[in-house]
């Protein structure tokens, strides 16, 4: 089943420049793979279209289930240049928890929040 | 031996009495403030130019010592604080005048100094920009300030020279929160491996509450105790540099693994290897274990050595931005708020406004996540109407408030406004980045 993102990790964005960083963490080990699989740095530029203008990096560190996006050109030109309410981006790591994810049936219980038990 | 740090601040705006409690029952041997943004400097130094009243410090420098000295004193904690920004000795004479108020005369206190870079200098350094690659003349705009990331060691020497208050200017965030680390557990300032540790935990301690439970909460999903009663943290650091990330007992908020590693990768990129001006840390080969409620250790964090450059941080005026907003509720709202739009993008057609960029939002529906916004499922009930345009000069930004006063009578029906309350237009100043030999710095230590 494809579930959105909120249900299987938790983020939290960072700015620095015109940098958005957005860290993106399993709630459970055993997420993390599918998360390595589908979220890539492609998918995450396209989902913020028009958001992010330049490219998208992906650091990833398994051991702590955690995938970490650096995206260029995330903030309208840098904190005090933007024209966005939220020049900070602070809410931009909320955006990154729509995206869906496909998992398998059986993880169903384990899901956070809304989707659990779907 | 273990070391007690707390933190009393992650920024100019950050609340005060988290860091009253930290020094009342936290048992702190140092409480650590940092309350300096990327922009802070270039705000204070065209304060500076403007307004001879301005001291060049943290302008809650009183409320912060008053909140916290009693206890410190009677604890004897000490503290290191960037309070300075382009003032430390004036912030730390401050501070000596509030010790004295409360009795202590014979408390050393401490100013360093040393990473405010003239623009003769800076320009004599040749140094390229970060962003661009080009020289520091390709800068657009004025350049109002230039100022190093300074690292841990000159506080260290503060401290070891006997300071109990150590106020800096522009020193990088973790730097505040190892220096106590070098100096209590004997550290050199070349020992990689102890220094990246203890820089990955002064990480966690500098933004205070987002690790405590603080930029955290999402209902049904990371749920908060108490979110109101949030406290700062505290590091309790061992000799390796290890340490137990808590709290304050009775407080809200929360220590757990998932506070952690959010707090860990915030404001990171290449997680293997984070420049400090003191160390190169790497965060991938950190241990996150549970020792029991709002008490989690953070080990095996790696370091490598200490690059050749620091950081400088320039800013340079570019211009202005003008911004307003009126607003909309009931049917309709939102086809009320589209005509008001058109209006004004016709209206500024009109007037010619001379503009680098124009943006017109809706609170409600597309303000935050702009172009990536769902289309509303249904007729959103309320929606705000903001207006903000990028120009050269001031003038032209105040064009935006007065078009958006005239929408109170020559717009859209049901057109709600507030009268203008406030100056409607701020400075722009860009910030830009460049590397400088380590050399090139001198950190001077003065004692008030």
Partial sequence: MRVPLRALAHTRSGDKGDISNIVVVAYEPEFYAALA????????????KGVINGAVERYEVPRLGVLNF???????????RSLCLDNYGKALGAAMLSVEIEIPDAWSPRLRGANQGR | MTVRIGAGAAWWGDRISPAALNAAEGDLDYLCFETMAEATVSAAQ????????????????????????????????????????????????RAKELLAEHGITNWKVAAVTGSVISLDRLHALGATLMETGGPISSIPGEIVSAEAYLGAEPIADALKAGARIVITGRVADPSIFLAPMMVEHGWSAHDALRLGQGSGIGHLMECGAQVTGGYFADPGYKDVSE??????????????????????????????????????????????NYITPDVVVDFTSAVIEDKGANRVRVSGIGGKAR???LKVSIGAQEGFIGEDMFFYAGPGALERAQLAERILRERFKIIEIKAED???????????????????????????????????????AEKIGREVDAMAVSGVGHTGKRVPHADRVREVIGVWSALVPRAALTPQIHFV
């Fill in chain 2, 46 to 93: 065209v304060r500076a130019r403007r307004d001879p009243s301005f001291k060049g410090y943290d302008t809650y420098l009183d409320d912060r010592m008053r909140a916290v000295l009693p206890a410190c004193i009677n604890r004897g904690t000490r503290i290191v604080s960037n309070q300075g920004w382009i003032n430390p000795i004036g912030a730390a004479t």
């Fill in chain 2, 358 to 396: 124009i943006r017109i939002d809706f609170l409600g529906v597309n303000a935050i996540h702009g172009a990536m916004s769902p289309v509303p499922a249904a007729p959103p009930y309320e929606v705000a109407v903001r207006v903000a345009a990028r120009t050269k000069t001031r003038s032209e």
């Fill in chain 1, 37 to 48: 699989e589908q979220l890539t740095p492609a998918r995450v530029k396209a989902h913020f």
């Fill in chain 1, 70 to 80: 650096v995206a260029h050109g995330a903030l309208g030109g840098g904190v005090s």
């Fill in chain 2, 307 to 309: 690059t050749d450059t």
């Fill in chain 2, 227 to 272: 979110p109101w009663n949030l406290a700062f943290p505290i590091a309790e650091v061992d000799a390796d540099g290890s340490a137990v990330i808590t709290k304050v007992a009775k407080t809200g908020g929360a220590v757990n693994r998932q506070t952690i590693l959010e707090q860990m990768f915030y404001e990171v990129h290449d997680p293997a």
